[in-house]
């Protein structure tokens, strides 16, 4: 990570600096051209409409960095966000049910909120309790996991929708929707979470133990153990915080809605792999920072908003997609190749 | 100094054959170091052109060159006095150039006749298989080689060195001018070793130029003909056999004499630091165990070497000493104070710690620098209130690359650039970074050049000087009883000797290897 950036610094090469730059600049480029396409584009409720969506896929990729820097893959993050969602909306609509005394118990806001980001939590500790003690592959582990939390979802309301998260006040238990919809500062309240979640996110991948032992993970698993590194620990705390993240993402999602429906989340751990792999991280593991996914984020939404604003066709926009995240990983492998020869120029 | 050299031993030698292949000026650089600098080599047709170098001197670069793995960065190569490009494998094989890798190549999962005729199958005009000409040719080639292999066997249920014979016999039968073997010998038992050695007296007997490349001097000395020696990528001497020695080799690959390889050791005995009893690793396949009932004392002060054959348990040893192994029993004091039960994390806090046997799988992360390799164990000490300092860890790195000797341009660099010795080195300030009590070193010299050798025995002595203890093993008998003030000998996962100064002889530690295979055979007569 820093390493790399240090010696290359000190080669000066233009063409490997325009490289390393190249998520900001390709962020740039697709800012450019839909500020040009689309007189609506660059229009202040837009941007605002784009940003909502960028955090969505913004905080899944924060956690999600973390599984892959591990070497893993998260599957069952969109299924999470469902499951969450539908946990705070039984508890908002229904409360908890207590059949021994025949009553049920409404909890304020901040204990739902709090309930469904330990669903989360949860979740991810089962995920990678199979993957570090039961030896189960990640990617077969978190399919699985994928089915299961959506059919829970399903479950909690017998596949029905929870219409109104509002709350009442006899009950004490409103304000959810706050959390989707709030503005402080000029920003909806979800680009604030992502913000934070960003800075916190790299302080904890740079400056603290546990962020380093996950590079070491994904680097060598076998070299880690031997270091003294909790191995299984680390791998499955981040799984539990994928997790985490991916509940925040279902509560913010639901507060949005006002509502909370079990099929919420369907295929977001493709858009946050995707934005993951945009940002620079390898899927070996080991390589990689918060910050790039971040910017694989928003070039993505700016893409996806974009393409609707100039009025693409929809299977274009699927296409067109697909297509900047392969040549993402080209343009990686490049910059690796030209990497390593101005290393040995400069040698 | 360098050149004076090289002009007294090529004259005469250049009389007598034309070179078959030569370097003319090669360079090489790759990120972080030069690989070869300038490199002018002849290679002589019908001789055992032994190549000789520390690791990183550049010798398997070169090979890669002549090979057509890489390509150098300037010079050129002369084959039969022309010159060539030789710009990928396919090609040096045209040119009949083959090499046999010091990593194994065969695919574990295809037969022997599929893995020598791997990329190089005999096809019809359809593109299909001919399996019967194949397979006759393999039971050839491997009759040739002596070897009672079965070609239609998978490759995976050979043995180690079986499987190098499988590569070997992949060249051979290619009908190669030019063969280059990259320590070959290095996963050979002695038997299979001698069998190689009578094929490359039959390859030189045809004409057949071989370069030869190990890390047993000995062994190169004996078969070879012509002696090259590189140093930190340049061509520093040559020598015909009549010239060459084991000190004149050992002189040239290390600019040091080879008496100067040990340090002195002069040590005190101290308190106990580490006490282990009956400490027992059961076999997971079978019955008896990898380590048996070992009970020991080590004392701070002192450097206690292991020594026993290949499978005698010394690797096992160390690993469950340091906690690896779930099933190892037995009771471990460090310091006075019992671990046993202990995680490795725990282990470490505690003071021990244990530089691994397989640097590359189990002691580097390859995706982190330097810096981040050398601080991974100990990140705690530079933790301010739950957040690593950048300062105290790099006052920490600068410290220990000093001490170390540790040749790098940047502390931030990939790990990955720098070459063997120092790789090790890295591994061995990670490890003293934990501040250990007991060091547990487990063949801390192998695969590291000379003069990293002297490095690494002399931090060895100097830790041991710092009234901790130092437990290491090594399969050269010779550095077992150089660096060690007392000698373990292990056979069979049993402690069958405790040697202490005029008792580390040879004869000791041998007779000890061997005592308990006598008494089974005379069990089971």
Known sequence: MTGNQKII???????????????????????????????TFLTTSNLVI?????????????????????????????????????VAGWLLTEGLLLPMFGVSIFFNVWVVILIALMTGAFVGAINGFLITKLNVAPFIATLGMLYVARGCAMLISGGSTFPNLAGRESLGNTGFLVLGNEIFLGLPLPIWLMIALTIIGTIIA????FGRHVYAVGGNEESAKFTGIRVNRIKTLTYVISGVCAALVGLIIASQLGAAHPATGEMYELNAIAVVVLGGTSLFGGRGTITGTIIGAFVIGVLENGMVLIGMSEFWQIVVKGLVIILAVVVDQWQQKIQHQTLAESA | MANSEISNHTEPMTVSEKPVLSAREVTKKYPGTVALDNVDLDIYPGKVNVILGENGAGKSTLMKIFAGV????????????????????????????????????????????????????????????????????????????????????????????????????????????????????????????????????DLTSQGVAVIYISHKLDECLEIGDRFAVLRDGKLVAQAERKDASLSWIIKHMAGKNPDELYPETDHKTGKAMLKAENLCLPRTEGEGYLVDHASFTLHSGEITGIYGLMGA??????????????????????????????????????????????????????????AENMTLSSLKSYQKSGFISNKLEKIAVNDYIKKLLIRLSDPGQPVVTLSGGNQQKVVIAKCMLTNPKVLMMDEPTRG??????????????????????????????????????????????????????????????????VIRNKEEKRKSA
């Open chain 2, 313 to 370: 348990g010394r690797t096992e040893l160390l690993e469950s000493l340091f906690g690896l192994h779930k099933l190892a029993t037995g009771s471990l004091f460090l310091d006075g104070k019992a671990i046993d039960g202990f995680t490795i994390d725990e282990r470490i806090e505690n003071g021990l710690m244990l530089i691994p046997e397989d640097r590359q799988k189990q002691g580097l992360i390859q995706t982190l620098s330097v």
């Open chain 1, 206 to 209: 740079r400056k603290t133990a």
């Open chain 2, 448 to 513: 590291v050049d000379v003069g990293a050798k002297y490095d690494i025995f002399k931090i060895m002595s100097d830790f041991a000087a710092r009234d901790t203890s130092v437990l290491f093993t090594s399969s050269e008998l010779r550095e077992i009883m150089e660096m060690s003030d007392r000698v373990l000998v292990l056979a069979r996962g049993k402690i069958t000797a405790d040697l202490r100064g005029q008792d580390i002889t040879e004869k000791a530690i041998l007779d000890a290897c």
């Open chain 2, 70 to 201: 890489e390509k150098p960065t300037n010079g050129s190569l002369i084959l039969d006095g022309e010159p060539v490009r030789i710009n990928s494998p396919g090609k040096a094989l045209e040119n009949g150039i083959g090499i046999i890798y010091q990593e194994l190549t065969v695919c574990p999962n295809l037969s022997v006749t599929e893995n020598i005729f791997l990329a190089r199958e005999i096809k019809n005009r359809f593109g299909v298989v001919n399996q019967k000409k194949q397979r006759n040719i393999s039971a050839e080639t491997l009759k040739k080689l002596e070897q009672p292999i079965n070609p239609d066997m998978p490759v995976s249920q050979l043995r180690v060195g079986q499987q190098q014979l499988v590569e070997i016999a992949r060249s051979l039968k290619d009908n190669v001018r030019i063969l280059i073997m990259d320590e070959p010998t290095s996963a050979l038992s002695s038997k299979e070793t001698s069998i190689l050695k009578e094929i490359i007296s």
């Open chain 1, 50 to 86: 784009m940003a909502k969506q960028v955090a969505i896929n913004a905080i899944l990729g924060i956690g999600m960095t973390y599984v892959i820097l591990s070497a893993g893959i998260d599957l069952s993050v969109g299924s999470i966000a469902g499951l969450s969602g539908m």
């Open chain 1, 9 to 39: 610094s000190s080669t000066k090469s233009a063409k490997l600096l325009l490289l390393q730059m190249r998520a900001y600049l390709a962020l740039i480029l697709v800012v450019a051209v839909f500020a040009a396409l689309s007189p």
